[in-house]
């Protein structure tokens, strides 16, 4: 209930075929108000100021820091590798399948009553299957365990020498920026995006497959990196990397508005998220200042479990119980 509440700016009111009628006269520019552009601004420009130093990284991503155990007499150097390779696998396989062999989706795009944007179907394929924030998250996810498997597969096999610097901060700032990102893909999902789709009667996948790995394996993923893997430390002064990628996300979505739209049944900008629709106003900043308020909790959460496994380890059995329950309450499997 506190969820539904709390996500509550981004329930979705579908338009009636008069407003439809009465829109199709105009087209929006996609130019984003002023004060959302302020915002954004703003913040990128904040975030970008207090990104964390080489020093600061340094302290914090050392081998000892990335090729941690949570449970080291259950799991060698040598099987943390091979879990965090076979994950990446896993998210890489899914990326290359939707961009590259499949035929895409169809997105059915929903908007809120008092936008200015034609409701179209457009087709995701190829390139625009990278417009989605879920897919931001999925791969860099993806580069996360690809690299920290690759520090712990070396490491493991006494080659640690080969491990160079850049890839350990590599390796910590991916955690620190993918981990937060899939938690808050998966809450907007269930809280926003389930009841939105459903509400709108419109087709979907999000019980697919797909779906089901890009906006549910993603939270076990970073949830049991963090609390049964490696336990990959997160610092709470390293907050700005996530909100600097989130602006760069914003800015990139408001940027190929047009060129999504051209995909679709109808001309003028499109967004993958009501959210970002540019012409509702101060709608659009107060949903992209929620959405930064849920992000900084997901990664002060994160922090804050770095810190409880750091300090008392925990049990095998409570560890994966909490990365259950935790999962239950971000991720939806089906109506």
Sequence with gaps: VFCRKFFSPFTITMTSTADKDKKSQEIATGIPPWHAQVFIGTLLAISAQNLPSLVSLDEVATIEALTN??????????????????????????MFWIAVISDGWKMH????PQTKILKSVIHMKGIRTFFPFTSWSWVLLGL???????????????????????????GLILFEI???????????VRYAIWPA??????????DSLRNQMMHNMNAVYALSEMALLGGIPMTLSHISLPCFVGCCYVLFAWSGAHFLGKAGTVPGPQYQYFFLDTTLGKTTTISLAVLLVVLMIFFAFFDGIGAVVSRFGGNLLV??????LVSSLVCKVKA
Excluded at 69 to 94: D, E, K, N
Aim: aromatic share 10%.
């Design 197 to 206: 789709v459903l509400k709108s009667g419109k087709p979907h996948e999000l």
């Design 109 to 112: 795009t929903v908007y809120k």
């Design 144 to 170: 996360c365990f690809s690299i920290n498997g690759y520090i712990a597969l070396t490491v493991g096999a006494g080659e640690s020498d080969k491990i160079q610097p850049w890839m350990l901060r590599a």
């Design 178 to 188: 993918s981990a937060p990102f899939a938690l808050l893909v998966s809450s907007v």
């Design 319 to 324: 560890n994966f119980l909490a990365v259950i």
């Design 69 to 94: 155990r949570v449970f080291p007499t259950i799991f060698s150097l040598q099987s943390l590798g091979i879990i965090r390779i076979l994950i990446a696998a896993s998210i890489w396989s899914i």
